[in-house]
């Protein structure tokens, strides 16, 4: 059974950083493509951050420049480092297999002083 499980989430004050972790399980997930959402008002998903089996990343405007994902096939992990935190960071953020449509449970980030 292939899951998604994310960790590194919790509460931290405005320009601080987290690095988000998605731990891969029951797959080689190294030919995947992994993306990174966060929940929308409308409860849907809101894109974050993609990073291809090759390695080649995409982000939205929104986080271009401050968040960076990464990924270690070794320990079929991928990463989202987030910098400069600011309170509309805030939120719930999945990470999801693309390649195979499998979400994880998500994980909540709070930004705030």
């Known amino acids: 059974q292939v899951q998604l499980v994310e960790s590194g989430g919790g509460l931290v004050q405005p320009g601080g950083s987290l690095r988000l972790s998605c731990l891969v399980s029951?797959?080689?997930?190294?030919?995947?493509?992994m993306g990174w959402y966060r929940r929308a008002p409308d409860d849907g998903r809101d894109f974050v951050a993609m990073i291809s089996g090759f390695g080649i990343t995409t982000y939205s405007d929104r986080v271009k420049g401050r968040f960076t994902t990464s990924r270690d096939n070794s320990k079929n992990t991928v990463f989202l480092q987030m910098n400069r935190l600011n309170l509309d960071d805030t939120g719930v953020y999945y990470c999801?297999?693309?390649?195979?449509?499998?979400w994880g449970q998500g994980i909540e980030v709070t930004v705030s002083s």
């Open positions: 999801k297999d693309v390649s195979i449509g499998l």
């Open positions: 029951g797959r080689d997930f190294s030919e995947d493509t």
